[in-house]
Structures are given as structure tokens and as C-alpha cells.
């Protein structure tokens, strides 16, 4: 058994689904969060620096069409195996807007001639029944993933975060979505403020009980100029920091006890250097995250859903 067969991999899901690789290209539609307008909070969370995420190509200011022409072409020097796009609309809350607003962005994109799909990054208290109607009507056409930042299970964090919303609210839209047969992907954050290495891993059983399709973990990075910044320089004990195989080693832990059906998409993140004050673990790609995980799993002789167990947790 290789490394490669060890986990189920998201990209190794597009190419038996799809006979292809896709290629999401972000896209940035000047949309806003609700814990930023005042609806739910103000400031964004604490952790939150959107342009870190943000390619050159992709601005609010650059027509929808051009963002994805110029998307595509960096892509294809950087990602030459790549045989199709999914336009990933990213930064920020992509379902908050009024529904025709929605229509309109989503159906641009789709139109692109080089466009499979959409991939809309949004948060869970920013769906509604109305709008996953409208989204399970595209998806009988096109391929439409709805990816929610959910960041963690523990109400206490998300406050402390200033998410803006409960983990009940996690849950309902996950149901709702589950609900339309649309995939989507549950993101996850670990290292945030007041959670140990034990309650990062209590997670995972409730994480496995949700009907997510696959799964985002990041680490905690620490951006300049964020509220999260000073919070760790005034609490640095709050904090749990990995070095980098600590971290792959944890990844391997949750590997081991996360639901064998779920695909895993990513097990870290990566930031430009002038975002951060450090990076402590180099300029490590992701590619080169995913060869240390395999490996790690290959040398621990273990593989994704060995743990796992049909106990769910429930909050």
C-alpha cells in the first residue's frame, strides 16, 4: 500500500468522478460579512486578513469574466495537468447578497466556455432554504460545492473569535444543504485560542457526524495587523503552536479517527511571507505538506478511518 492510497484524497475524488483534474480558480465578487457590516458583529474575526488569500488576478475591481480569463492562464503555467475550472468565489461570505445579486454572479461565471462549475466559500448562518433551491437547480447542470467556514465545534471558541454565529448554526446549514444532495466542505482551524491538542482532536467524532462530503483543516497562522496578533502576543500561553512534524504527526491523529468516506481537501494552509511576522516552518508548499503527510502515514503503517468508529458525538 502507497502513501497515496493511504487517505481519501479530494483531487484523487474529482479524477474518478469527473476523469479529470479541476483547477479552482478564485475569483473575488466584493461581497462583505455579516460580523463586518454590523448584522451579526463588527471587526470580522479576529483571525481574518482575506487579502492573505487573495491571488494577484482576483480583485473586486476586475470584472468577474477577466478574473477567471487571467485565473486561468496563471493556472496553466503553474498547474499544467489541470483539465477544467471551477470558479471558486472565496473571499469573504459568497452567499450574502440578496438572491437576484446571487444569480447573476454565479451564472456569469458559468457561462465562462472554460467553466465546469462553481465553488462558493460562505458562512453558515448566510444560506437559506431559498438559496440552496436555487443552487441545487444549477447543480443539475454544472458542479456546484458549497464550502462552509465553520472553524471549530466549541461555541466557546467561535465567541472568542467573534465568529458571529454558534455551531447550531453549523449544523442547520449543513443539514439543509445535505438535504439538496449538493457536496460541500466543512472548514476547520486548528490552534485557535483556548483549545488543547485533546480538545482539537474531541472534534473529530462530531466533525464525522456531520454529512459533510470533505473537509479543509488549516493551522492558526498569525497575521500582522489582526486582532488575533495582539491577543497572542498579550496570551501566548492560549495558544497551541505546532512545529511542522508535530503538526503533520497531529494531522495523522485526525486522519486515523476522521470518517473514511470523507474526502480530505487540504491539511494545511499557506500564506504569502509579508502577511506574517514568521514562518516558522519555512516556505513549505502545500504539495511538499501532502508528501510529509503520506509519508508520516506511510511510516506510522496507518491510513485515514483507522480509529474511526460509528459512535458519533453530539452537541
Given at each position: 500500500?502507497?502513501?497515496?492510497?493511504?487517505?481519501?484524497?479530494?483531487?484523487?475524488?474529482?479524477?474518478?468522478?469527473?476523469g479529470?483534474?479541476?483547477?479552482?480558480?478564485?475569483?473575488?465578487?466584493?461581497?462583505?460579512?455579516?460580523?463586518?457590516?454590523?448584522?451579526?458583529?463588527?471587526?470580522?474575526?479576529?483571525?481574518?486578513?482575506?487579502?492573505?488569500?487573495?491571488?494577484?488576478?482576483?480583485?473586486?475591481?476586475?470584472?468577474?469574466?477577466?478574473?477567471?480569463?487571467?485565473?486561468i492562464?496563471?493556472?496553466?503555467?503553474?498547474?499544467?495537468?489541470?483539465?477544467?475550472?471551477?470558479?471558486?468565489?472565496?473571499?469573504?461570505?459568497?452567499?450574502?447578497?440578496?438572491?437576484?445579486?446571487?444569480?447573476?454572479?454565479?451564472?456569469?461565471?458559468?457561462?465562462?466556455?472554460?467553466?465546469?462549475?462553481?465553488?462558493?466559500?460562505?458562512?453558515?448562518?448566510?444560506?437559506?432554504?431559498?438559496?440552496?433551491?436555487?443552487?441545487?437547480?444549477?447543480?443539475?447542470?454544472?458542479?456546484v460545492?458549497?464550502?462552509?467556514?465553520?472553524?471549530?465545534?466549541?461555541?466557546?471558541?467561535?465567541?472568542?473569535?467573534?465568529?458571529?454565529?454558534?455551531?447550531?448554526?453549523?449544523?442547520?446549514?449543513?443539514?439543509?444543504?445535505?438535504?439538496?444532495?449538493?457536496?460541500?466542505?466543512?472548514?476547520?482551524?486548528?490552534?485557535?485560542?483556548?483549545?488543547?491538542?485533546?480538545?482539537?482532536?474531541?472534534?473529530?467524532p462530531?466533525?464525522?457526524?456531520?454529512?459533510?462530503?470533505?473537509?479543509?483543516?488549516?493551522?492558526?497562522?498569525?497575521?500582522?495587523?489582526?486582532?488575533?496578533?495582539?491577543?497572542?502576543?498579550?496570551?501566548?500561553?492560549?495558544?497551541?503552536?505546532?512545529?511542522?512534524?508535530?503538526?503533520?504527526d497531529?494531522?495523522?491523529?485526525?486522519?486515523?479517527?476522521?470518517?473514511?468516506?470523507?474526502?480530505?481537501?487540504?491539511?494545511?494552509?499557506?500564506?504569502?511571507?509579508?502577511?506574517?511576522?514568521?514562518?516558522?516552518?519555512?516556505?513549505?508548499?502545500n504539495?511538499?505538506?501532502?508528501?510529509?503527510?503520506?509519508?508520516?502515514?506511510?511510516?506510522?503503517?496507518?491510513?485515514?478511518?483507522?480509529?474511526?468508529?460509528n459512535?458519533?458525538?453530539?452537541?
Open positions: 500500500m502507497t502513501g497515496r492510497q493511504r487517505y481519501n484524497s479530494y483531487s484523487g475524488y474529482f479524477r474518478k468522478t469527473y479529470k483534474r479541476l483547477q479552482k480558480v478564485v475569483v473575488d465578487a466584493g461581497f462583505t460579512c455579516p460580523n463586518r457590516d454590523g448584522s451579526a458583529g463588527i471587526g470580522g474575526c479576529t483571525y481574518c486578513d482575506n487579502d492573505a488569500f487573495h491571488p494577484n488576478y482576483s480583485k473586486a475591481s476586475i470584472p468577474l469574466s477577466v478574473q477567471i480569463d487571467e485565473g492562464r496563471f493556472h496553466r503555467t503553474r498547474y499544467r495537468t489541470a483539465a477544467g475550472y471551477l470558479a471558486y468565489f472565496q473571499p469573504y461570505s459568497n452567499t450574502y447578497a440578496p438572491l437576484p445579486v446571487l444569480k447573476g454572479l454565479y451564472e456569469e461565471a458559468l457561462a465562462h466556455p472554460e467553466v465546469d462549475g462553481i465553488v462558493i466559500g460562505t458562512r453558515p448562518d448566510c444560506v437559506s432554504e431559498e438559496v440552496l433551491d436555487y443552487l441545487a437547480s444549477l447543480a443539475r447542470e454544472h458542479i460545492i458549497i464550502e462552509y467556514g465553520i472553524e471549530s465545534c466549541y461555541d466557546s471558541t467561535l465567541l472568542r473569535i467573534n465568529r458571529g454565529h454558534g455551531f447550531s448554526d453549523a449544523v442547520k446549514a449543513v443539514g439543509m444543504t445535505c438535504a439538496r444532495g449538493l457536496p460541500q466542505c466543512g472548514h476547520f482551524i486548528f490552534g485557535l485560542p483556548g483549545e488543547s491538542v485533546e480538545d482539537m482532536l474531541g472534534e473529530i462530531v466533525i464525522n457526524s456531520l454529512p459533510l462530503t470533505s473537509v479543509k483543516f488549516h493551522q492558526l497562522q498569525i497575521f500582522k495587523g489582526t486582532a488575533m496578533e495582539r491577543e497572542h502576543a498579550e496570551r501566548p500561553q492560549d495558544f497551541v503552536t505546532f512545529s511542522l512534524m508535530e503538526y503533520i497531529f494531522m495523522v491523529d485526525v486522519a486515523e479517527r476522521l470518517r473514511p468516506d470523507m474526502l480530505i481537501e487540504r491539511i494545511a494552509g499557506e500564506t504569502p511571507p509579508r502577511f506574517v511576522n514568521s514562518t516558522p516552518w519555512g516556505l513549505v508548499r504539495a511538499e505538506l501532502l508528501r510529509l503527510f503520506e509519508n508520516r502515514l506511510e511510516e506510522r503503517d496507518t491510513f485515514h478511518g483507522r480509529l474511526y468508529n459512535n458519533f458525538a453530539k452537541f
